[in-house]
T-cell receptor
Framework: GAVVSQHPSWVICKSGTSVKIECRSL??????MFWYRQFPKQSLMLMAT?????????EQGVEKDKFLINHASLTLSTLTVTSAHPEDSSFYIC????????????FGSGTRLTVV | AQSVTQLGSHVSVSEGALVLLRCNYSSSVPPYLFWYVQYPNQGLQLLLK??????LVKGINGFEAEFKKSETSFHLTKPSAHMSDAAEYFC?????????????FGQGTELSVKP
């Protein structure tokens, strides 16, 4: 199977601090990873697409300086929320796409971020 | 551009009844189509996907969906609902020819199952 581990599952931080969320593909290599944000009772909104070794591609309206994405290896991508504010509180989910495709996407279990 | 529309933000059925969740898509190229389920505070689990070939796709937990190009639809069905099926369901589309293609999600449908 294809397993994606996302850590932490929940985090509470103070306004102005930064938080890093990790997304690891445990048993496959992921050429591409996607980061989504989900508000309560709403759908997933794509924030950015990251490819190993290159800069992330951000969706329109997503602040690249606030949401820093690093994809340093084929098994790890990180999302850092910088200078977090209460409006950044949300559920963040990563997704990884396999290098050798049966065109599968595997999702992490999500991270609940609360900024106080 | 691709898009997905899920008709009905909330569907309620009785246990044992037919489940029908509707999904229509818009795509200028042949689409890949997906159905995912999400339980509270969890990630998404793939139920089934259509890429090419047979238009009736069978997935996990007794779900199936049929790709109808003429209707641009990919509705999800299950003959008999279980209480454990209560969750949020998302339909998604991706670009067949773009191997790095991102998933575009519908708004989601919350399924409730009454005893």
């Amino acid at each position: 199977g294809a397993v994606v581990s996302q850590h932490p599952s929940w985090v509470i931080c103070k306004s102005g601090t930064s938080v890093k969320i990790e997304c690891r593909s445990l048993d496959f290599q992921a050429t591409t990873m996607f980061w989504y944000r989900q508000f309560p009772k709403q759908s997933l909104m794509l924030m950015a697409t990251s490819n190993e070794g290159s800069k992330a591609t951000y969706e329109q309206g997503v602040e690249k300086d606030k949401f820093l994405i690093n994809h340093a290896s084929l098994t790890l991508s990180t999302l850092t929320v910088t200078s977090a504010h209460p409006e950044d509180s949300s559920f963040y989910i990563c997704s990884a796409k396999k290098l050798v495709a049966n065109y599968g996407y595997t999702f992490g279990s999500g991270t609940r971020l609360t900024v106080v | 551009a691709q898009s997905v529309t899920q008709l009905g933000s909330h569907v309620s059925v009785s246990e044992g009844a037919l489940v029908l969740l509707r999904c229509n898509y818009s795509s200028s190229v042949p689409p890949y189509l997906f159905w995912y389920v999400q339980y509270p505070n969890q990630g998404l689990q793939l139920l089934l996907k259509y890429t090419t070939g047979a238009t009736l796709v069978k997935g996990i937990n007794g779900f199936e969906a049929e790709f109808k190009k003429s209707e641009t639809s990919f509705h999800l069905t299950k003959p008999s609902a279980h209480m454990s099926d209560a969750a949020e369901y998302f339909c998604a589309v991706s670009d067949l020819y773009n191997q790095g293609g991102k998933l575009i999600f519908g708004q989601g449908t919350e399924l409730s199952v009454k005893p």
